[in-house]
């Protein structure tokens, strides 16, 4: 099927529209004439019958009769008439009457169409009355007339016929001239859409600088599609810039463990070694395999995340506390190494469903907890609180270690991004944890956020709908 442009399907639709107006126009015009010539041919025959009716004179005679008076009578040649009195008796036709027998005439009076001599005439019956020897006592004698009257009906329809072809003509003209001139004009009309066009079709991943024209920001019809096209593009830039950074630090991160394996494993063939050595050195080789296969897990997982089909409905709810009571129970030794207490406020277990899954909760809790815990100075507490906030429950994970420098708050969840520019793994991991809290929370409808304080330490937190309204939060503490 051929694709018609915007333009060409408003100019048919306008010219359709007028062509159905131009047509209703002259059947209107040809009802509206028809009428009103008709009325007028109407008026013009009732008044050439009474002028028929005036010419009966009485007779004269004996009988009280009444005649028609031809010298006083003058009507058209084509015009046809015939009179009768009361009594049945022919007083006077035309020349050109065929007689009641050639056609029927009317029983009622008024108007209606015959056709005569292979014409088509507007017949008016007409019964009038005539007072005959007024002068006697009593008024005289009342005599009843019946005139019939008809007259051709060509140049009435003549006339109906001119007028309507003149406003068929006129709608003729306007359609050639408002054509063209509709043309014009939604051209330039759309002229703001086919700039705007012009300029989205210029972007790409290489250059994405789009600056819509001013015709397209002002016109009321393309100023949400200028506006979404402008949000649309900038979170497509966004994306490919996150994208083409994580391609970056992936196989940057990559690429670092790769070569520490590689580098033990050429250390273990420059010269021949002992067991010990041999066992020492494929420990170390272990130890960075497994390092790479956590980063591995770790993008996958997060791949995961952000390119999951399942909506928030289709995920068995989670417990928040009671993850956050495992989470912690697995990470405590980890917390005593490190010299930190671990404090925990939250509601009874089964009361804070959650609409993320229980394993994407305990990643969540599991990640924010050692995060804080290796964040932490020796003897601090860290403390993570459970409570109720509207239609959510808030997890709040609060250190009290080094805090965050202001510059890289902002990047902290960034995947592969960390605030130690020598990138160092003095507190371990591969920039990838609040990444990963991150994809859960939004993915889970909910949202985190991180506030610090340089110096005194950082408070993360994130809110969560709950997975069904809960009759009550019990802030039952436990430690």
Same mark, same amino acid.
């Given at each position: ?137 009593g008024g005289g004698h009342l005599r009843f007339v019946t005139i019939f009257y008809a007259a051709p009906t060509e140049p009435v329809w003549h006339a109906i016929y ?20 509709? =043309?014009?004009? +939604? ?5 703001? !859409?086919?700039?705007? #066009?012009? @300029?989205? /079709?210029?972007?790409? &991943? ?114 928040? =506390?009671?993850? +956050? ?5 697995? !990470?405590?030794?980890? #917390?005593? @190494?490190? /010299?930190?207490?671990? &404090? ?136």
């Amino acid at each position: 099927m051929k694709r018609r442009s915007i333009a060409f399907r408003l100019i048919a639709a306008v010219l359709a529209v007028e062509f159905g107006s131009a047509v209703l126009v002259i059947l209107l015009s040809w009802g509206y004439e028809r009428h009103t010539h008709f009325r007028s041919f109407d008026v013009m025959l009732r008044g050439r019958a009474d002028s028929v009716l005036g010419a009966v004179q009485d007779a004269e005679d004996l009988g009280d009769n009444v005649m028609l008076d031809l010298a006083d009578l003058h009507v058209p040649g084509e015009d046809v008439y015939e009179v009768w009195d009361g009594r049945g008796r022919l007083l006077g036709r035309s020349n050109n009457w065929l007689g009641s027998a050639a056609f029927e005439l009317p029983a009622r009076n008024g108007f209606t169409f015959l056709k005569l001599h292979h014409r088509k005439y507007r017949l008016l019956r007409l019964q009038g009355s005539r007072i005959v020897d007024p002068g006697e006592p009593g008024g005289g004698h009342l005599r009843f007339v019946t005139i019939f009257y008809a007259a051709p009906t060509e140049p009435v329809w003549h006339a109906i016929y001119n007028a309507v072809g003149f406003y068929a003509a006129g709608s003729i003209v306007l359609l050639l001239v408002t054509g063209p001139l509709i =043309a014009w004009l +939604l051209h330039r009309g759309l002229l703001p !859409l086919r700039q705007l #066009a012009a @300029l989205a /079709g210029d972007v790409s &991943a290489d250059s994405w600088q789009f600056s819509p024209p001013a015709s397209a920001r002002e016109t009321p019809e393309l100023a949400p599609l200028t506006q979404a096209l402008e949000n649309v593009l900038q979170r497509l830039e966004r994306s490919f810039l996150q994208q083409r950074a994580f391609v970056s630090d992936a196989a940057h991160e990559l690429k670092t463990a790769v070569a520490v394996v590689k580098s033990s494993l050429q250390l273990l063939e420059m010269k021949p070694r002992s067991v010990d050595e041999y066992q020492a050195g494929l420990e170390r080789c272990l130890l960075d395999c497994s390092r790479l296969e956590e980063i591995v897990g770790k993008m996958l997982a997060l791949a995961r995340l952000e390119n999951t089909s399942a909506t928030v409905g289709e995920r068995s709810p989670g417990d928040l =506390a009671e993850c +956050l009571r495992e989470a912690v129970d697995s !990470l405590d030794t980890v #917390a005593q @190494l490190r /010299g930190v207490r671990l &404090a925990v406020t939250a509601p009874e277990s089964g009361s804070c469903p959650v609409t993320a899954g229980a394993e994407e909760c305990s990643t969540l809790i599991s990640n924010l907890l050692l995060n804080a815990i290796q964040h932490s100075q020796e003897g601090s507490t860290v403390e993570a609180r459970i409570g109720l906030a509207g239609p959510t429950l808030a997890l709040a994970i609060e250190d009290h270690g080094e805090g965050i420098d202001p510059a890289v708050l902002p990047h902290v969840f960034d995947r592969f991004y960390r605030g130690d520019p020598s990138r160092t793994r003095a507190t371990g991991g591969a920039g990838l944890g609040l990444a990963i809290c991150k994809a859960i929370a939004e993915r889970a409808g909910g949202s985190i956020s991180i506030v610090s304080r340089p110096g005194s330490g950082s408070t993360v937190t994130v809110l969560l709908p709950l997975a069904a309204t809960a009759e009550e939060i019990h802030a039952a503490p436990s430690a």
